[in-house]
């Protein structure tokens, strides 16, 4: 048989859908590199990592950054609400003088990388879940 029909034919196989997605859904952070390499473990023909990527994606899954979620405290809560009610009254003069500091970074990415289907957005196990906003 030809090596490409080989490939997709051992791919089409319900044992092996199912082996990669459970590779998958161990460990959402896995590199694809990482995900192959499992998958071919006690294989007689392996198979490529864009034959993987390619099946990832036929099944909905995407690599995507996680998202986040602030949690804040109750007393922290509480003082937001009230620093935002006392400036509820504030003219735009007030708010030009406002000055509001932004923390940049260049060359720094901190971003974490899942795979995940596009109907799992907000799921608790796939959110990263942060108590302090960043410090610089």
């Known amino acids: 048989l030809h090596t490409a029909y080989r490939r997709q034919r051992q791919m089409c196989i319900r044992d092996s859908i199912h082996?990669?997605?459970r590779i998958?859904?161990?460990n959402r952070r896995s590199l694809l590199?990482?995900?192959t390499t499992k998958f071919n473990e006690g294989r007689l023909d392996p198979v490529s990592k864009r034959t993987i990527q390619h099946n990832l994606h036929k099944h909905n899954y995407r690599r995507?950054?996680?998202k986040k979620k602030l949690v804040?405290?109750?007393v922290n809560r509480k003082n937001r609400l009230a620093w935002c009610r006392g400036k509820r009254i504030w003219t735009i003069?007030?708010?030009k003088r406002f000055s509001d500091e932004t923390k940049i970074m260049i060359g720094h990415d901190e971003r974490v990388k899942i795979w995940r289907k596009r109907d799992?957005?907000?799921r608790p196990d796939l959110v990263q879940k942060?108590?302090?906003?960043d410090k610089f």
Do not use: A, Q
Request: no cysteine; hydrophobic share 30%.
């Open 130 to 133: 942060k108590t302090e906003p």
């Open 19 to 21: 082996t990669m997605k």
């Open 64 to 66: 995507s950054v996680v």
């Open 120 to 122: 799992e957005g907000w």
């Open 33 to 35: 590199s990482d995900i």
């Open 24 to 26: 998958v859904k161990t």
């Open 72 to 74: 804040i405290k109750e």
């Open 93 to 95: 003069d007030n708010w």
